[in-house]
């Protein structure tokens, strides 16, 4: 297991991750049906953002294209079940989820290749275009009925509540999100992205594969946005190019980040709650406004905490420390 | 005042609770009728998502303010129209329309696209509640088996019905129907079910021809026109590639006496770019209001636009009036339940037969809208006018067929 992960901050961790990935198990018995899609939104909202950091969190290639492997992911098992129509409802979901993620993982590959050579604002510009091509794509090739919409089936158990039911699917989609997340910034992977972050070209010179490194992590991050995408357009069932290669996609785990804390785990997680409580529940009556409030509020706390909500309590936790030092001299 | 830390967090708890009180006590209002939904205020449909909220919206305003609500079982009621901006985003759409659920709203009203519609759609089936809507016209939306979801247009496949039942009391009768499809997927179902249509009721569809999305040379077209002569031609085509097939027609002096561009015709803007060649050409209109259309409500098609245009600063649109159409069709189905129980009422949705505003209000057993009744009407161009030639119950113009020839619109 040293070889994923090392140390024992990691395993506290993955501990507390599962323990509230068990306690938000739980929420569906005390939540009204609303409160549960509510938490369907964040938990996709985390879901994505945390498979986003992965790379752009990690190594600072911040991607504004990653609706292009929702989409994608999206789509491509929408296809398969087509394709799969004598299948039980779980077998053809299953087979069509790891395809998704495959395909993936291979464009990423693909792509990865000439536009993992750009950098920065370039990096992030390309994928904003990668996103609108395979959007446009999918629109326009026919047999990929992006335009028309294509119905996913449904793999809701008799007995269960369908809100319920895709609560759990993606809270477990995001725990193991999550879980990677963790095992791959205590690896060794996670400590070269790091050092890309920091200096690419002075990690290169010291000896870390960056290139290899920086591919990994474009794959992991593709696929594990894919598995989202999937599990997203069921809850959805019906979708078209419009309902998954959606710009939002693309900067709101951006905005998740930046809010709750850039290159954490925990900080593109509380950034989504916030984000999604903010938008979804405290603004959902103010019709006219809430978008003009929401670009406020954001402009407002990027302004007073730049390295957002995790940057004031790793601040405030600093301070706390300092101050006891001080005291016991 | 002094602005400390225990003020902040007082006023962002108050901030935070207010929402909450503020849906307790809506919710303890009597005497309304709750009609829920949400609209793309914001987002890619937001342009057409604010025509139809202004339509749901003038229709509530009339209803409490005009009438001073509606009479159901010898008790008033006001009508309360609560809409959400869904941001053009499915899955907020779906949360928000469970919010409604959640809070008892009985009564729900569509969002607009397709992809929007079909997913919230599916949760108000399940709750068993109506749904009427305005914005989702996929033929995926009626193959579901839903009971409780009507639509004021026909789903996409049937939308040009009345066009094919034009063309077949046509006299002289056309020898000789050629279609021509922009590579989109809105032009292609509408051309593809119009052509599976023509076919059945034995109309000579002889030639059928698919265009790029976006067309920058017509020639190709307008050579098959030449050497095929067709009697008619359809094209389903975007208001610019229309534009670009009427102008290289002109230019090549290639006449066709029924000329149907689907987008176009209709807009002033398109009218004016092509002068006096535009009189004769033929179009798909949903809705003018100055077609005859009686409403037992707003008096007629025109009285409703009326009453938008003075309390409205927004244009309005067919969607504005298909939008006041769906409240309208609701009160006439409560009316008529004599009830507010929303399986009585979705009973007497799935039977109604009503004139209004927005024309005769008939669904299918699938609850799309009636596709005659509710199908786009045939338009022409006369004397610079857009006006209805086709069906008679909508006709504002008698049609002119076949349409004078580019030389003589030449000559004035």
Same mark, same amino acid.
């Given at each position: 297991m040293k070889l994923f992960v090392s140390g024992r901050s990691a395993w506290v961790s993955i501990a507390i991750t599962l323990a509230g990935a068990l306690l938000f198990a739980l929420l569906p018995a005390f939540l009204s049906p609303y409160g549960v899609r509510v938490g369907q939104l964040f938990v996709l909202a985390a879901g994505l953002a945390v498979a986003w950091t992965v790379l752009g969190g990690f190594s600072g290639y911040w991607s504004f294209g990653n609706a292009a492997f929702v989409g994608t992911g999206a789509f491509v098992a929408a296809l398969i079940e087509l394709a799969l129509p004598g299948w039980s409802p779980a077998g053809a979901f299953t087979v069509a989820l790891l395809a998704a993620m495959l395909l993936n993982g291979l464009l990423a590959l693909v792509i990865a290749w000439p536009i993992l050579r750009l950098r920065g604002i370039y990096f992030a510009i390309a994928m904003l275009g990668v996103s609108q091509v395979c959007y446009e794509l999918v629109s326009n090739i026919d047999a990929l009925r992006g335009a028309l919409g294509v119905n996913l089936i449904d793999i809701v158990p008799k007995d269960v509540r369908p809100e319920r039911f895709y609560y759990w699917a993606l809270l477990l989609a995001a725990t193991a999100i999550i879980l990677i997340a963790i095992c791959v910034r205590h690896s060794k992977l996670g400590y070269g992205l790091l050092a890309i972050r920091e200096d690419e070209d002075t990690a290169r010179m010291l000896g870390v594969p960056t290139a290899p490194y920086k591919i990994s992590a474009f794959v992991i991050s593709a696929m594990l946005t894919a598995m989202m995408g999937v599990i997203y357009a069921h809850n959805l069932g019906y979708i078209t190019a419009n309902s998954v290669f959606r710009n939002e996609f693309n900067l709101n785990v951006i905005v998740y980040s930046l809010l709750g804390g850039m290159g954490t785990i925990i900080g593109p997680i509380v950034g989504a709650g916030v984000m999604t409580y903010v938008t979804q529940v405290l603004l959902g009556d103010l019709l006219d406004i809430h978008m003009f409030i929401t670009g406020l509020l954001l402009a407002i706390l990027v302004l007073a905490a730049p390295n957002g909500l995790y940057g004031i309590y790793d601040t405030y936790r600093l301070r706390l420390k300092r101050q006891k030092r001080e005291a016991g001299r | 005042m002094k602005l400390d830390r225990r003020t902040v967090l007082k006023s962002m708890g108050a901030a935070v609770a207010l929402p909450a009180i503020g849906r307790g006590a809506q919710a303890q209002a009597t005497e309304t009728i709750v009609i829920g939904g949400s609209v793309p205020l914001s987002?890619?449909?937001?342009?057409?998502?604010?025509?139809?909220?202004?339509?749901?919206?003038?229709?509530?305003? +009339?209803?409490?303010?005009?009438?001073?609500?509606?009479?159901?079982?010898?008790?008033?009621?006001?009508?309360?129209?609560?809409?959400?901006?869904?941001?053009?985003?499915?899955?907020?759409? %779906?949360?928000?329309?469970?919010?409604?659920?959640?809070?008892?709203?009985?009564?729900?009203?569509?969002?607009?696209?397709?992809?929007?519609?079909?997913?919230?759609?599916?949760?108000?089936?399940?709750?068993?509640?109506?749904? &009427?809507?305005?914005?989702?016209?996929?033929?995926?939306?009626?193959?579901?088996?839903?009971?409780?979801?009507?639509?004021? +247009?026909?789903?996409?496949?049937?939308?040009?019905?009345?066009?094919?039942?034009? +063309?077949?009391?046509?006299?002289?009768?056309?020898?000789?129907? &050629?279609?021509?499809?922009?590579?989109?997927? !809105?032009?292609?179902?509408?051309?593809?079910?119009?052509?599976?249509?023509?076919?059945?009721?034995?109309?000579?569809?002889?030639?059928?021809?698919?265009?790029?999305?976006?067309?920058?040379?017509?020639? %190709?077209?307008?050579?098959?026109?030449?050497?095929?002569?067709?009697?008619?031609?359809?094209?389903?085509?975007?208001?610019?590639?229309?534009?670009?097939?009427?102008?290289?027609?002109?230019?090549?002096?290639?006449?066709?006496?029924?000329?149907?561009?689907?987008?176009?015709?209709?807009?002033?803007?398109?009218?004016?770019?092509?002068?006096?060649?535009?009189?004769?050409?033929?179009?798909?209109? !949903?809705?003018?209001?100055?077609?005859?259309?009686?409403?037992? +409500? !707003?008096?007629?098609?025109?009285?409703?636009?009326?009453?938008?245009?003075?309390?409205?600063?927004?244009?309005?649109?067919?969607?504005?009036? %298909?939008?006041?159409?769906?409240?309208?069709?609701?009160?006439?189905?409560?009316?008529?339940?004599?009830?507010?129980?929303?399986?009585?009422?979705?009973?007497?949705?799935?039977?109604?037969?009503?004139?209004?505003?927005?024309?005769?209000?008939?669904?299918?057993?699938?609850?799309?809208?009636?596709?005659?009744?509710?199908?786009?009407?045939?338009?022409?161009?006369?004397?610079?006018?857009?006006?209805?030639?086709?069906?008679?119950? %909508?006709?504002?113009?008698?049609?002119?067929?076949?349409?004078?020839?580019?030389?003589?619109?030449?000559?004035?």
């Amino acid at each position: 297991m040293k070889l994923f992960v090392s140390g024992r901050s990691a395993w506290v961790s993955i501990a507390i991750t599962l323990a509230g990935a068990l306690l938000f198990a739980l929420l569906p018995a005390f939540l009204s049906p609303y409160g549960v899609r509510v938490g369907q939104l964040f938990v996709l909202a985390a879901g994505l953002a945390v498979a986003w950091t992965v790379l752009g969190g990690f190594s600072g290639y911040w991607s504004f294209g990653n609706a292009a492997f929702v989409g994608t992911g999206a789509f491509v098992a929408a296809l398969i079940e087509l394709a799969l129509p004598g299948w039980s409802p779980a077998g053809a979901f299953t087979v069509a989820l790891l395809a998704a993620m495959l395909l993936n993982g291979l464009l990423a590959l693909v792509i990865a290749w000439p536009i993992l050579r750009l950098r920065g604002i370039y990096f992030a510009i390309a994928m904003l275009g990668v996103s609108q091509v395979c959007y446009e794509l999918v629109s326009n090739i026919d047999a990929l009925r992006g335009a028309l919409g294509v119905n996913l089936i449904d793999i809701v158990p008799k007995d269960v509540r369908p809100e319920r039911f895709y609560y759990w699917a993606l809270l477990l989609a995001a725990t193991a999100i999550i879980l990677i997340a963790i095992c791959v910034r205590h690896s060794k992977l996670g400590y070269g992205l790091l050092a890309i972050r920091e200096d690419e070209d002075t990690a290169r010179m010291l000896g870390v594969p960056t290139a290899p490194y920086k591919i990994s992590a474009f794959v992991i991050s593709a696929m594990l946005t894919a598995m989202m995408g999937v599990i997203y357009a069921h809850n959805l069932g019906y979708i078209t190019a419009n309902s998954v290669f959606r710009n939002e996609f693309n900067l709101n785990v951006i905005v998740y980040s930046l809010l709750g804390g850039m290159g954490t785990i925990i900080g593109p997680i509380v950034g989504a709650g916030v984000m999604t409580y903010v938008t979804q529940v405290l603004l959902g009556d103010l019709l006219d406004i809430h978008m003009f409030i929401t670009g406020l509020l954001l402009a407002i706390l990027v302004l007073a905490a730049p390295n957002g909500l995790y940057g004031i309590y790793d601040t405030y936790r600093l301070r706390l420390k300092r101050q006891k030092r001080e005291a016991g001299r | 005042m002094k602005l400390d830390r225990r003020t902040v967090l007082k006023s962002m708890g108050a901030a935070v609770a207010l929402p909450a009180i503020g849906r307790g006590a809506q919710a303890q209002a009597t005497e309304t009728i709750v009609i829920g939904g949400s609209v793309p205020l914001s987002g890619r449909a937001a342009e057409t998502g604010l025509n139809v909220n202004n339509g749901y919206l003038a229709a509530q305003k +009339f209803f409490n303010e005009q009438l001073n609500g509606v009479e159901i079982d010898g008790k008033r009621y006001k009508i309360d129209v609560r809409l959400f901006d869904d941001a053009s985003d499915p899955a907020r759409a %779906s949360t928000l329309i469970q919010r409604h659920l959640d809070d008892g709203v009985q009564f729900f009203l569509g969002s607009f696209g397709s992809n929007i519609v079909l997913p919230t759609a599916a949760i108000v089936e399940r709750a068993g509640k109506p749904m &009427m809507q305005t914005g989702g016209a996929s033929d995926q939306i009626y193959t579901q088996g839903y009971k409780n979801i009507f639509c004021m +247009f026909p789903r996409a496949s049937r939308q040009l019905y009345n066009t094919i039942e034009y +063309f077949k009391v046509l006299q002289p009768a056309p020898k000789s129907i &050629m279609f021509a499809m922009a590579n989109d997927a !809105f032009s292609k179902t509408l051309a593809e079910g119009a052509i599976a249509f023509g076919k059945e009721k034995g109309l000579p569809i002889n030639d059928i021809v698919t265009l790029p999305e976006n067309i920058t040379d017509a020639s %190709s077209l307008v050579n098959q026109i030449r050497s095929k002569k067709p009697d008619v031609l359809l094209a389903t085509t975007h208001d610019q590639n229309s534009l670009l097939i009427a102008r290289q027609l002109i230019s090549s002096n290639v006449d066709v006496p029924l000329l149907y561009l689907s987008l176009g015709p209709q807009l002033k803007s398109f009218r004016d770019a092509l002068g006096g060649y535009s009189e004769g050409l033929y179009f798909q209109q !949903f809705w003018d209001e100055r077609s005859p259309y009686k409403d037992a +409500f !707003f008096g007629s098609a025109q009285k409703f636009a009326d009453y938008y245009r003075q309390h409205f600063k927004r244009d309005i649109a067919y969607h504005t009036a %298909s939008g006041a159409a769906c409240i309208v069709a609701y009160v006439h189905a409560m009316k008529a339940a004599n009830s507010l129980d929303p399986a009585k009422v979705r009973d007497k949705l799935a039977t109604l037969d009503v004139e209004s505003l927005y024309g005769r209000i008939k669904f299918t057993p699938e609850g799309d809208g009636d596709p005659v009744h509710l199908g786009s009407t045939v338009g022409q161009v006369l004397k610079g006018t857009a006006e209805v030639v086709f069906p008679e119950a %909508s006709r504002t113009a008698a049609p002119v067929f076949p349409a004078p020839k580019w030389a003589e619109k030449r000559r004035g």
